[in-house]
Structures are given as structure tokens and as C-alpha cells.
């Protein structure tokens, strides 16, 4: 199949490009990536300041990290449960590694002396108004994250969005400032409004974030063969935690992606959209660093709901 005729054929029906050389599937999910001389996948071979950065939002000693997003109002406005971040997520940073939010938030809100690393929201331009939100452009410059002290900056991309080139062209260059600076880069596979959230999809749009620098990866969690897309990316994914679901159901995604390669999770309405915030962080923390199963973390969840 030729190259144009490819795109064509995508055109037409709606998927993406099929991968080359389908026929071996040698993913080996079971046969980890060696990472001589520091624990994190793909990382070992970076700059100092870099795996710091990356030893603050991953726990070195689980080689995982519970996030918690709260970059949402970028372009959703005061979305439901983060109306007063200073009420509803200021209290749960004790217990997350770290925290995802956007430089606006974290200078008028978040408390300075806080030691919980901060990975900035980079990326911005159309409102949840518009239809199309890939008309995205970088919207922080790398020189307000070395001021704000960030453990990293997260960039929106869209593999097979409108404006696909471009945002990949702000992650790199973003990747470009951030190996200049000792910041990584944490690209976000962005599904538009039509798109399959399927592995093959995200084994394309990992593996193409990766390639270009990023240092790791935010993807949406699949029930069909996420261990694939894990196996195929050559550094870390954290799930997105994606739509509200109830406890017992996000917390039976979150162990299947950690179980399946992921390296935790970046969760944010399945956080504080709970009914028990800090009782359902907990138990997310319980299946990332500890293997809780769903059902033992959802036991947790429940007593410590009980108790207030």
C-alpha cells in the first residue's frame, strides 16, 4: 500500500493507517525494558536534572506515581468538583505523588510551601465553545517553569486531529526547551470527539510522542490488549483517568493499566469527583503502589468513606 493511498483509505473510513509488518506483533509485554542504572523505563540514559524531575513525580521505590489532574478549567472553566480548588484539592495533596495543574492555579492558589512536585499544563487556545480543540498552541514559556520550580510540563497531542502537525510541533519544541532547562516532557495523547479509542490508535499516538521526544506519556486505558500499547512505548505511561466512572470501576482501570505496564495514573474526576475524595485517593494509591485488586482497594475506599 503506498503512502498516499494509505491516507486515502483513512480518509475514507475513518481509522488509521494500518501498522507495517502487522504479521509479527512481537510486542514481548512480558519481558520488561532494561533501564541500566536507574529505575524508570527509557529514562536512564537523560540528563541528571532531568531524572530528578522524573524521581520526584515517580516513586523510585514502586517505579509509579498516583498524579492528580486538575488542569481541566483550561478549557472547561470551574468544572464540577473543582469550582474552589482551594477547598477541594488543596487538602488531597498529602496523599498524591504528584500534581498536575496550570501555572494560573498553582501561583494563586496552591500553597508555596507545599513539597509535592508540579507538572504544568503547557498547551491552551479553544474553549470547551468551540468543536474543534486541536487548534492548540504552547502557552507557557519554559522560562516560567524553571521560575515555578516544575517537576515537568504536560502538551496536549493530536495524532490524526485537524491540526496534528502543529501540535506536534509544540511538544518538540517544547522537548527542545525542556532538555535545555532539565524539564521533562509529559505528552498527552489528545482523542478528538470521533476518534476509536482502541490500541491500535494509542499504540500509534504513544509510540509517535515518544519518538519525538517526549520523556513520558498520558494515555486513555483500553480493555483491548493495553499491554501492547504499553510494551510498545519506549517510556513511561501514566493512564488518564478520563470520564467519571464509580470507585469500584475506576479502580478495577487503574489496576489493569498498572498491571498491564503502565507506570500509575494521572486521575482527576475520578478523584474529586467521589463522593469521599480522600478515602478514594487512598485506595488509588493502594492499587498503584501496593497491587491492592479492585476489590480490596474498594473495602478501603468504603471504611474510609465510613469514617468521615
Same mark, same amino acid.
Given at each position: 500500500?503506498?503512502?498516499?493511498?494509505?491516507?486515502?483509505?483513512a480518509?475514507?473510513?475513518?481509522?488509521?493507517?494500518?501498522?507495517?509488518?502487522?504479521?509479527?506483533?512481537r510486542?514481548?509485554?512480558?519481558?520488561?525494558?532494561?533501564?541500566?542504572?536507574f529505575f524508570?523505563?527509557?529514562?536512564?540514559?537523560?540528563?541528571w536534572?532531568?531524572?530528578?524531575?522524573?524521581?520526584?513525580v515517580?516513586?523510585?521505590?514502586t517505579?509509579?506515581?498516583?498524579?492528580?489532574?486538575?488542569?481541566?478549567?483550561?478549557f472547561q472553566?470551574?468544572?464540577?468538583?473543582?469550582?474552589r480548588?482551594?477547598?477541594?484539592i488543596?487538602?488531597?495533596?498529602?496523599?498524591?505523588?504528584?500534581?498536575f495543574?496550570t501555572?494560573?492555579?498553582?501561583?494563586?492558589?496552591?500553597?508555596?510551601?507545599?513539597?509535592?512536585?508540579?507538572?504544568l499544563?503547557?498547551?491552551?487556545?479553544?474553549?470547551?465553545?468551540?468543536?474543534?480543540?486541536?487548534?492548540e498552541?504552547?502557552?507557557m514559556?519554559?522560562?516560567?517553569?524553571?521560575?515555578?520550580?516544575?517537576?515537568?510540563?504536560g502538551?496536549?497531542?493530536?495524532?490524526?486531529g485537524?491540526?496534528?502537525?502543529?501540535?506536534?510541533?509544540?511538544?518538540?519544541?517544547l522537548?527542545?526547551?525542556g532538555?535545555r532547562?532539565g524539564?521533562?516532557?509529559?505528552?498527552?495523547?489528545?482523542?478528538?470527539?470521533?476518534?476509536?479509542?482502541?490500541?491500535k490508535?494509542?499504540?500509534?499516538?504513544c509510540?509517535i510522542?515518544?519518538?519525538?521526544?517526549a520523556q513520558?506519556?498520558?494515555?486513555?486505558?483500553?480493555?483491548?490488549?493495553?499491554?501492547?500499547?504499553?510494551?510498545?512505548c519506549?517510556?513511561p505511561?501514566?493512564?488518564?483517568?478520563?470520564?467519571?466512572?464509580?470507585?469500584?470501576? *475506576?479502580?478495577?482501570? &487503574?489496576? #489493569?493499566a %498498572?498491571?498491564?505496564?503502565? =507506570?500509575?495514573v494521572?486521575?482527576?474526576r475520578?478523584? $474529586?469527583?467521589?463522593?469521599?475524595?480522600? *478515602?478514594?485517593?487512598? &485506595?488509588? #494509591?493502594? %492499587?498503584?503502589?501496593?497491587? =491492592?485488586?479492585?476489590k480490596?482497594?474498594?473495602e478501603l $475506599?468504603s471504611?474510609?468513606k465510613?469514617?468521615?
Amino acid at each position: 500500500m503506498t503512502h498516499s493511498f494509505a491516507i486515502e483509505s483513512a480518509r475514507h473510513t475513518g481509522s488509521v493507517m494500518p501498522e507495517v509488518d502487522k504479521a509479527g506483533e512481537r510486542y514481548a509485554a512480558d519481558q520488561p525494558q532494561e533501564t541500566p542504572g536507574f529505575f524508570l523505563k527509557g529514562s536512564h540514559q537523560l540528563d541528571w536534572g532531568i531524572k530528578n524531575r522524573l524521581a520526584r513525580v515517580f516513586s523510585p521505590s514502586t517505579g509509579r506515581t498516583v498524579m492528580l489532574a486538575v488542569d481541566h478549567g483550561y478549557f472547561q472553566g470551574p468544572t464540577t468538583g473543582l469550582e474552589r480548588i482551594d477547598l477541594s484539592i488543596v487538602p488531597l495533596l498529602p496523599s498524591c505523588d504528584a500534581l498536575f495543574c496550570t501555572r494560573g492555579i498553582l501561583r494563586s492558589v496552591i500553597p508555596a510551601e507545599t513539597t509535592k512536585p508540579m507538572v504544568l499544563r503547557a498547551s491552551g487556545g479553544p474553549s470547551i465553545l468551540r468543536e474543534e480543540l486541536s487548534d492548540e498552541e504552547i502557552a507557557m514559556d519554559i522560562d516560567d517553569a524553571v521560575r515555578l520550580n516544575a517537576a515537568g510540563i504536560g502538551i496536549q497531542v493530536f495524532i490524526g486531529g485537524e491540526f496534528e502537525t502543529r501540535s506536534v510541533q509544540n511538544m518538540t519544541r517544547l522537548v527542545d526547551a525542556g532538555l535545555r532547562t532539565g524539564i521533562p516532557v509529559m505528552g498527552i495523547t489528545a482523542v478528538g470527539k470521533t476518534m476509536v479509542r482502541d490500541a491500535k490508535y494509542f499504540r500509534l499516538a504513544c509510540r509517535i510522542i515518544a519518538e519525538l521526544g517526549a520523556q513520558y506519556v498520558k494515555t486513555y486505558y483500553c480493555d483491548d490488549r493495553f499491554e501492547t500499547v504499553a510494551a510498545s512505548c519506549p517510556v513511561p505511561i501514566v493512564m488518564a483517568g478520563g470520564k467519571k466512572l464509580t470507585e469500584l470501576d *475506576a479502580l478495577t482501570m &487503574a489496576y #489493569n493499566a %498498572v498491571q498491564q505496564g503502565a =507506570a500509575g495514573v494521572d486521575m482527576g474526576r475520578n478523584i $474529586f469527583q467521589s463522593e469521599a475524595p480522600k *478515602a478514594m485517593i487512598a &485506595a488509588i #494509591n493502594a %492499587v498503584v503502589h501496593k497491587n =491492592a485488586r479492585p476489590k480490596e482497594a474498594y473495602e478501603l $475506599f468504603s471504611s474510609l468513606k465510613a469514617k468521615g
